[in-house]
């Protein structure tokens, strides 16, 4: 244990960010011009040097062997000096510098198969999503799988930019909403609809009561002796399923093959263009889980984006385009129904009821 602690190496931090980068960005970091989008997942940039970088973005599945990031060193070795990147929504990038090498690696990418080309500008680019049943305990959705079967259904708007402006779209397997769900254009997100069963006999030895009972957004817990085990009792009228709690105890699980499914929100997003970042709102409070293809769901986002293709106005994000149209119309236009589970109950609530004598019939 001493040697252990000794020859300990600490603190480093990642590699320091421009260690990285190719010639041509270190040449003119800070100093481009500007840039064009020259198709689907093509852009170029232009500094002030005259220099210019091609950009070929990929499409890629986030979760991946070593041997496929083999196949992006391959790439990247053959066309663009051993260099590539991954964006923020987890799509691969390449940099050449001449048309010429661009046209090779276009080739490259479309003769490997799984490297589709796309993901800019008004499209529908790469989902920003979580663990799942690959990896994480409270989950009440998978995540790979609805992703894998969404794109597949939507690759069309990845490798064009047709849509009225860019579709974000992001799924969490729980509402711990690891990722964007909260502010995406279209959100996938996992739900329960029981209680936690509680463990009685293992809770006081597994979980710090205390932080259970805290843990508990609608003061759901309360500590409670059962058969001489000190436990806890939950209020199954107050308790809305979050899962907290089971975060907190691990004698309180609740994840059930019936009960879970997704939540689909929308009107989401970060920028502040044209209007200040919003939060995506409920439009389907359940939808079942249905491995291994999630056809409801992907009828769903589909559904969303085809009366957004119709309705928008250019630039209009989804989230523009129904404060535009009104929430009623949203329902109408989708055939989505609306239920009481859309209406707001929780502290701030009265603040999303509407206030005015102005909706549409
Ligand atoms: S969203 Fe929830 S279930 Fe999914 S990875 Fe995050 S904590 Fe785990
Ligand atoms: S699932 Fe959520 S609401 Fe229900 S008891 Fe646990 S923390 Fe409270």
Not at 108 to 116: E, K, Q, R, T
Request: proline letters at 6%; aromatic letters at 10%.
């Amino acid at each position: 244990m001493a040697e252990m602690v000794a020859n300990r190496i600490t603190d480093i931090g990642p590699p320091k960010y421009d260690e990285m980068w190719p010639e041509i960005i270190k040449n003119n970091y800070g100093k481009w011009l500007h840039h064009e989008i020259l198709e689907p997942g093509v852009l170029v940039h232009v500094a002030e040097s005259g220099d210019k970088l091609y950009t070929v973005r990929c499409g890629a599945t986030r979760l991946m062997t070593t041997h496929m990031v083999e196949d992006y060193c391959k790439i990247a070795d053959e066309f663009c000096g051993g260099y590539f990147r991954f964006t923020t929504r987890n799509n691969v990038e390449f940099m050449v510098t001449s048309t010429e090498k661009l046209e090779g690696l276009k080739k490259a990418l479309a003769a490997a198969g799984n490297m589709p080309i796309g993901g800019t500008g008004h499209s529908v680019t790469n989902i920003v999503h979580t663990q799942g049943w690959v990896h994480c305990h409270t989950p009440a959705i998978d995540a790979s799988g609805p992703v894998k079967s969404v794109m597949d259904a939507l690759f069309d708007y990845f490798t064009s930019m047709k849509l009225p402006a860019q579709v974000r779209i992001a799924l969490a397997c729980c509402l711990n909403m690891c990722g964007a769900v909260h502010c995406s254009d279209i959100a996938i997100l996992g739900v329960h609809r029981k209680p936690p069963v509680i463990e009685h006999s293992h809770l006081d030895k597994m979980c710090e009561i205390p932080t259970t009972i805290a843990s508990c957004p609608t003061a759901a817990i309360k500590p409670s002796k059962v058969d001489d085990f000190k436990s806890v009792a939950v209020n199954a009228d107050r308790c809305m399923y979050c899962g907290n709690c089971y975060t907190m105890c691990p004698a309180m699980p609740l994840a059930d093959a019936d009960g879970d499914g997704i939540a689909i929100m929308v009107g989401g997003k970060v920028s502040n263009s044209k209007c200040m970042p919003k939060f995506s709102k409920l439009a389907i409070p359940y939808i079942p889980n249905e491995p291994p293809r999630w056809e409801s769901t992907v009828k769903a986002i589909t559904t969303i984006l085809e009366a957004y293709v119709s309705g928008a106005k250019r630039y209009e994000r989804i989230g523009e385009w129904i404060e535009r149209i009104g929430w009623e119309r949203f329902f109408d236009v989708t055939g989505f129904e609306f239920t009481k589970r859309h209406i707001d109950d929780y502290r701030f609530a009265a603040t999303t009821w509407r206030t005015s004598t102005q909706f549409k019939w």
